[in-house]
């Protein structure tokens, strides 16, 4: 069976992006029932060394929709970081991941496939095919930090369990 770039990217990004979504608002949920603001949670780090969850959800979001961008441009240019912001900013940014990665069609993500990109990241030039890329860097970027996000709110008692992070699996039909 051959899958097709498309089939590689946008469904996988969508499904943890959705599922992103939904633990941010059982996140706001916990917080309604204990009387606390979910702004507390903006700035909370695993770790001092480890970026915070504001990082952590606008990273994902770049490598989501900036990913796919790059396949297409052969730039990786997300949009400067804006740092701490209210938790429903958050909140909105993976809509605007959502929606972004809805208007990708196959026939546009799979034309992109063998393009070769060559991005400047830091001092290094990494050369890569669009499958690459994606496949190699943006998806595990994408999925180190919404694992982190969602790392941090369980560690301050957000009640969230694997199935929340798993998000909407894609089955097949039981026939």
Known sequence: MTISLYDLSVPTFLQTVRA???????AVAHCMNRGTDPDDFVTARLFDDMAPFHFQIEAAWHHAVWGLEAAKTGMFA????????????LQAMMGKAEKALEAFTPDEVNAWAGKKLD???GSRMLAFTSETLILSFSLP???FHAVTAYD????RGVPIGKRDYEGRLRTRSAK
């Open 119 to 121: 991005l400047q990241i």
């Open 78 to 89: 997300p949009p400067a970081l804006v740092g701490p912001v209210p938790f429903a900013d």
């Open 20 to 26: 992103v979504r939904g633990f941010l608002d059982r």
């Open 141 to 143: 970027n994408f999925h």
């Open 152 to 155: 941090i709110l369980r560690s």
